[in-house]
C-alpha cells in the first residue's frame, strides 16, 4: 500500500531541510499570497517538495513515462501549484489556515495524482442504470475477475491505492455488506454469507442494489478505468474483508 499523506509532508519537508512544519515556510507562502512575492527560499523548498513526492507518488519510470524528464515533471508540477494558489489565493486567505505548508504539500501530491489521471489513455469503467440486469451482472464479473499473472500498469495501482482509500471512507461502517457484495460477485454465495447471515434474501437483494448504485456513482465521480477498479477491488477484499471474516 502507498504511504500516508501525513508521512508524505513530514518527509517531504526532512527533505527541503525543515525540521518541523516551518512557520518561517508559512510566512513566505502567506508573503506571496498577499502580495505574490515569490522569494527565492520558498521556490526552492517547493521544489524539493515536489521533486520528493514524485519519486515517492509515482516512482522514477513513471516520472519519466509521464513527463519525460524530471526537470519537466518538476517545472510542470511547480507551475500549476503555483498557480492554482495565487488564482486561490483571497478564499486561502479568509480561510486564515493555521499549516499552509500542509495545504502547500497537499496541494502537490493531488497534482500529482491529476498528472497520472490525465497523461494516460483511460477507458472509464461504467455500470448500467438498472442495478439487477443481466449486463450488469455480467459486467461486475468481468471487472471483478481479472486474469491471473495478467500484466498491472503500476500507474493504475498508484491511482487504485488512493481510490481505494476514498471507498473505504465512503463505506465506513458499513464494511460488513460491501465485502457481501464483492464476496458474492467473486466467489460465491457460501463465502458472502459470512458477511450476511442474518438477511433475508430480500433484505440482502435490495442490500445490493444500494450498493450498486453508491458504487457507481464513486466510479463515475472519480473517472475510474476498469483495471483500477479491478486492483480496487482486490485491496479491498484483502486490507478489510478478509480482516473481518
Given at each position: 500500500?502507498?504511504r500516508s499523506s501525513s508521512w508524505r509532508l ?165 464494511e460488513k455488506d460491501l465485502c457481501d457484495f ?64
Amino acid at each position: 500500500m502507498g504511504r500516508s499523506s501525513s508521512w508524505r509532508l513530514a518527509s517531504s519537508i526532512c527533505k527541503a531541510g525543515v525540521k518541523s512544519v516551518s512557520k518561517e515556510l508559512d510566512h513566505e507562502i502567506l508573503r506571496f499570497l498577499k502580495d505574490g512575492n515569490l522569494t527565492s527560499s520558498l521556490e526552492k523548498r517547493l521544489r524539493e517538495i515536489i521533486s520528493f513526492n514524485l519519486a515517492d507518488i509515482l516512482g522514477r519510470q513513471n516520472v519519466l513515462k509521464i513527463f519525460g524528464n524530471e526537470k519537466s515533471a518538476v517545472d510542470d508540477v511547480f507551475q500549476d501549484v503555483l498557480s492554482a494558489f495565487w488564482e486561490k489565493r483571497t478564499e486561502i486567505l479568509k480561510r486564515n489556515l493555521d499549516n499552509l505548508t500542509g495545504y502547500l504539500v497537499k496541494s502537490v501530491e493531488n497534482k500529482i495524482y491529476d498528472y497520472a489521471r490525465s497523461r494516460k489513455w483511460k477507458k472509464t469503467f461504467s455500470l448500467d442504470s438498472k442495478t439487477d440486469s443481466e449486463s450488469e451482472e455480467s459486467t461486475f464479473l468481468e471487472v471483478f475477475h481479472t486474469e491471473e499473472g495478467a500484466q498491472r500498469d503500476p500507474l493504475e495501482r498508484i491511482l487504485a491505492e488512493k481510490n481505494f482509500e476514498e471507498l473505504r471512507n465512503l463505506f465506513r461502517n458499513k464494511e460488513k455488506d460491501l465485502c457481501d457484495f464483492f464476496y458474492k460477485k467473486l466467489f460465491s454465495d457460501e463465502r458472502a454469507d459470512a458477511f450476511a447471515s442474518r438477511k433475508t434474501m430480500q433484505a440482502r437483494y435490495k442490500s445490493h442494489e444500494r450498493l450498486a448504485k453508491r458504487i457507481r456513482d464513486f466510479v463515475v465521480k472519480n473517472g475510474i478505468t476498469e483495471e483500477e477498479f479491478s486492483m480496487i477491488v482486490e485491496i479491498y477484499v484483502s486490507e478489510v474483508c478478509e480482516k473481518i471474516r
